[in-house]
């Protein structure tokens, strides 16, 4: 089936534009992960919803980050004010927790954000 | 603070002889370690979990909890392993969010 998608694959904005990132996660995956990845690092954590409601959102660096699910399926970051140290990968990944407590996450293939 | 750590940024191997990519972590409780693999031009996927202690791919990893680490290894490379793995950790204790490290490339000369 088809996996996780994400849109745009690449956004470039000038330096205090508003944004919107988009992700589909995996048909019937309760939980959503979103993540950001810098050049020369692993993906960090922002924020992660369990249906609609964000069981977590530890990882956000500030109140110019802000996410939605409204209907427990399509996210959406929203970045507001940008700035050119926002310029990264932002990944959403996506799972379904099997019995036993596994989970496994689905990536998406990640959203370039280039902040001028 | 959990973190992971993973202290080559490059290994470069030849065709055929072992790999071992170190990873090592810090976390108070119990922990799920993973590796996840991203080739050229693909998403980031899944390697292996420590709890299924299964081979993919011909690699294996042991969560070996005294010296809290989750070393990657497989006894021949292959040019196909070829590209950048991460070590990640599942913070159970705060939601299930991934913490990971910053990656190894690992190269595979013919």
């Known amino acids: 089936g088809a996996g996780v998608s994400q849109t745009p694959s690449n956004k470039v904005t000038e330096k205090g534009k508003y944004v919107e990132l988009r992700c589909d996660p995996i048909s019937g995956h309760t939980a959503l992960y979103w993540y950001r990845q810098s050049l020369g690092q692993g993906p960090e954590f922002l924020i992660y919803?369990?249906?609609?409601?964000?069981?977590?959102d530890s990882g956000l660096p500030n109140d110019r980050f802000f996410a939605v699910r409204p209907e427990g399926s399509v996210s959406t970051l929203k970045i507001q004010r940008t700035e050119r140290g926002d310029s990264a990968v932002y990944l959403c990944a996506s799972s379904l927790i099997a019995s036993g407590g596994q989970e496994t996450q689905y990536f998406g293939p990640g959203t370039r954000l280039l902040v001028l | 603070a959990q973190r992971v750590t993973q202290p080559e940024k490059l290994l470069s191997v030849f065709k055929g002889a072992p790999v071992e990519l170190k990873c090592n972590y810090s976390?108070?409780?119990?922990?799920?370690l993973f590796w996840y693999v991203q080739y050229s031009r693909q998403r980031l996927q899944l390697l292996l979990r420590?709890?299924s202690r299964e081979s993919i791919k011909g690699f294996t990893a042991d969560l070996n909890k005294g010296e809290t680490s989750f070393h990657l290894k497989k006894p021949f490379a292959q040019e196909e392993d070829s590209a950048m793995y991460y070590c990640a950790l599942r913070d159970m204790e705060y939601g299930n969010k991934l913490v990971f490290g910053a990656g190894t490339i690992l190269r595979v000369k013919s």
């Open positions: 976390y108070s409780g119990s922990p799920e």
């Open positions: 919803f369990q249906g609609t409601g964000a069981a977590d």
């Open positions: 420590h709890i």
